[in-house]
């Protein structure tokens, strides 16, 4: 009884925020409120799969990747502030169960039944990006050496949120231009206060760890997309052989990201306050992930069309592209990465990706009809990346620093 009158006195006790990742002196590891509140956008992610499942069409995919962009952008904006100024405290744990609220009417904004609607959409969005702002008012009151910071946060994500509120009331099409604007602000506000970032470092190992996290939920998706193909099927070969070549693309793509994953470029400091790398590392990460989304429908398409033998155009295309993109925003991400000891094994690695694009756009353009033939060359030029870097590496350890 003790025992858990403690654990209850503690959950209920208000922590004011102060700045982590100046007081931490060992790496930090996601809490467990991070993993859980990681949940919501593992729902309102596959919602925007089975909407992409639909309709592969140009409109579609670019309906996707602005749906994406912006639930990116608010799963970043809380990790970011969690990365400073989580406690962990009874006002945190409710706020944080709002905005995972609002993710969830986000989510079911953007279904196809009754409830689907920009207007809710918009709704949720404003009521999420309103908690950030209560968040970061916390910070100001209590953080006095941050307050510098945290002042133009209010300021830009503020004025993000009232134009995400006015949104609601704005017909459409005039909504999504409010949108896009309020996009920017908010996109734009990080970049205006870098130099006062500086002063407030990020933590090089929990961030990186966060954004790890995410791109692994990302590929969760695939990993259900291609059950999702094969669960309509009976256990032809054509099909089960798809499936294992879909595994084993979205295995070598986790195993591209992880093995050469390297997050100390987070962290800016004074001296660097005007460096791409940082924030060119951060942002990369949507590009990646969006594509990583729409590779798992890909491949749930591709399972199910190996079945009848017969691939329709936009489905190869989704395919082949997301990986293009995938490639393309890891090779960005290891050019941004340079700060490693070994700077020429991330411009290696980055050049083995870009070498790949060339051989997936013939792969694309080719047409082959037969959804197992695309599959097996996706997957052999994933492999061959791998190896290369394989190769790189081995070089590398062998030669002096």
Same mark, same amino acid.
């Given at each position: 009884?003790?025992?858990?009158?403690?654990?209850?006195?503690?959950?209920?006790?208000?922590?004011?925020p102060?700045?982590q990742?100046? %007081?931490?002196?060992?790496?930090?590891?996601?809490?467990?409120?991070?993993?859980?509140y990681?949940? $919501?956008?593992?729902?309102?992610v596959?919602?925007?799969?089975?909407?992409?499942?639909?309709d592969?069409?140009w409109?579609?995919?670019?309906? *996707?990747?602005g749906?994406?962009?912006?639930?990116?952008w608010?799963? $970043?904006?809380?990790t970011?502030?969690?990365d400073?100024?989580?406690t962990?405290?009874?006002?945190?744990?409710?706020?944080?169960?709002?905005?995972?609220?609002?993710v969830?009417?986000?989510a079911?904004?953007?279904?196809s039944? =009754?409830?689907?609607?920009t207007?809710?959409f918009?709704?949720?969005y404003?009521?999420?990006?309103? #908690?950030?702002?209560?968040?970061?008012?916390?910070v100001?009151?209590?953080?006095?050496?941050?307050?510098?910071?945290?002042?133009?946060?209010?300021?830009?994500?503020?004025?993000?949120?009232? *134009?995400?509120?006015?949104?609601?009331f704005?017909?459409e099409?005039?909504?999504?231009?409010v949108?896009a604007l $309020?996009?920017?602000?908010?996109?734009?506000?990080?970049?205006?206060?870098r130099?006062?970032?500086?002063?407030?470092?990020l933590d090089?190992?929990?961030?990186?760890?966060r954004?790890g996290?995410?791109? @692994?939920l990302?590929l969760g %998706?695939s990993?259900a997309?291609?059950? $999702?193909?094969?669960?309509?099927?009976?256990?032809?070969?054509?099909?089960?052989?798809?499936?294992?070549?879909?595994?084993?693309?979205?295995?070598?793509?986790? /195993?591209?990201y992880?093995?050469?994953?390297?997050?100390?470029?987070?962290r800016?400091?004074?001296?660097?306050?005007?460096? /791409?790398?940082?924030?060119?590392? @951060?942002?990369?990460?949507?590009?990646?992930?969006?594509?990583?989304?729409?590779?798992?429908?890909a491949?749930?398409?591709?399972?199910?069309?190996?079945g009848?033998?017969v691939f329709? =155009?936009?489905?190869?295309?989704?395919l #082949?592209?997301?990986?293009?993109?995938?490639?393309?925003?890891?090779?960005? @991400?290891?050019?941004?990465s340079?700060?490693? =000891?070994?700077g020429?094994?991330?411009?290696?690695?980055?050049?083995?990706?870009?070498?790949?694009? =060339?051989?997936?756009g013939?792969?694309?353009?080719?047409?082959?009809?037969?959804?197992?033939?695309?599959?097996?060359?996706?997957?052999?030029?994933?492999?061959?990346?791998? @190896?290369?870097?394989?190769?790189?590496?081995?070089?590398?350890?062998?030669?002096?620093?």
């Amino acid at each position: 009884m003790t025992g858990n009158g403690s654990r209850r006195a503690r959950i209920a006790r208000i922590t004011p925020p102060r700045l982590q990742t100046l %007081e931490q002196t060992r790496g930090r590891t996601a809490t467990w409120l991070e993993l859980f509140y990681d949940l $919501a956008f593992v729902v309102v992610v596959a919602v925007l799969g089975e909407r992409l499942h639909e309709d592969v069409s140009w409109s579609a995919v670019a309906s *996707f990747a602005g749906y994406f962009a912006l639930l990116w952008w608010l799963w $970043a904006s809380h990790t970011f502030y969690a990365d400073r100024y989580d406690t962990d405290d009874l006002v945190y744990r409710l706020l944080a169960a709002a905005q995972m609220m609002a993710v969830l009417v986000i989510a079911a904004a953007l279904t196809s039944g =009754p409830a689907g609607s920009t207007m809710v959409f918009a709704l949720g969005y404003a009521l999420a990006r309103l #908690v950030l702002v209560a968040m970061y008012a916390r910070v100001y009151r209590h953080v006095a050496e941050t307050r510098r910071l945290v002042a133009g946060y209010l300021l830009g994500f503020g004025l993000a949120a009232v *134009f995400w509120t006015a949104s609601i009331f704005i017909p459409e099409p005039g909504r999504f231009v409010v949108w896009a604007l $309020a996009l920017t602000v908010d996109l734009a506000t990080p970049w205006v206060q870098r130099r006062q970032q500086a002063a407030v470092p990020l933590d090089v190992s929990h961030l990186p760890e966060r954004f790890g996290l995410f791109t @692994i939920l990302v590929l969760g %998706e695939s990993l259900a997309a291609v059950m $999702a193909g094969l669960r309509r099927l009976d256990w032809a070969l054509g099909p089960v052989l798809a499936a294992a070549c879909g595994v084993g693309v979205a295995t070598a793509l986790w /195993w591209m990201y992880f093995d050469n994953a390297e997050g100390s470029v987070v962290r800016r400091t004074d001296a660097d306050s005007r460096t /791409w790398r940082p924030t060119a590392w @951060i942002y990369t990460h949507l590009p990646l992930a969006a594509s990583l989304a729409a590779l798992g429908v890909a491949l749930g398409l591709t399972v199910a069309e190996a079945g009848i033998g017969v691939f329709d =155009p936009g489905h190869r295309w989704l395919l #082949v592209g997301a990986v293009m993109i995938a490639l393309s925003a890891m090779a960005l @991400i290891q050019v941004a990465s340079l700060t490693h =000891p070994k700077g020429s094994i991330n411009r290696a690695v980055a050049w083995n990706r870009l070498a790949a694009l =060339p051989f997936l756009g013939l792969l694309g353009m080719l047409g082959d009809p037969r959804p197992l033939m695309v599959m097996l060359g996706v997957l052999g030029i994933c492999v061959a990346v791998l @190896i290369a870097d394989m190769t790189a590496w081995d070089r590398a350890d062998r030669s002096p620093m």
